[in-house]
């Protein structure tokens, strides 16, 4: 079964920006949308946005214009750029399929942005 491992987040300032990589352990080729989701602090998981296996995007409304999702499929990764980080961008942040059955979680990697 393919696990999914998460990284790149860390603390930053309001305005600043992060690189998330989500490593596959196994091929992602067939997967027709990966996504990345969040979930904050006593709230429900999120999905911030997804790529098609074409390369289309798309993405929840507070995330356009910031947030860019990319796919390396010959490494199994799925990256997200977040530009203009906002406090309420603080959360853990998950990649899985955005159609289909779901993978099994991973660990996630902790966003914090401070004002």
């Known amino acids: 079964q393919v696990q999914l491992v998460e990284s790149g987040g860390g603390l930053v300032q309001a305005g600043g920006s992060l690189r998330l990589s989500c490593a596959a352990s196994?091929?992602?080729?067939?997967?027709?949308?990966m996504g990345w989701y969040r979930q904050a602090p006593g709230k429900q998981r999120e999905l911030v946005g997804y790529?098609?296996?074409?390369?289309?995007?798309n993405y929840l409304d507070s995330a356009k214009g910031r947030f860019t999702i990319s796919r390396d499929n010959a490494k199994n990764t799925v990256y997200l750029q977040m530009n203009s980080l906002k406090p309420e961008d603080t959360a853990v942040y998950y990649c899985?399929?955005?159609?289909?059955?779901?993978?099994?979680w991973g660990q996630g990697t902790q966003v914090t942005v401070s004002s």
């Open positions: 899985n399929t955005a159609s289909g059955q779901l993978m099994p």
């Open positions: 196994g091929s992602i080729f067939s997967i027709n949308r």
């Open positions: 790529i098609t296996r074409g390369g289309s995007t």
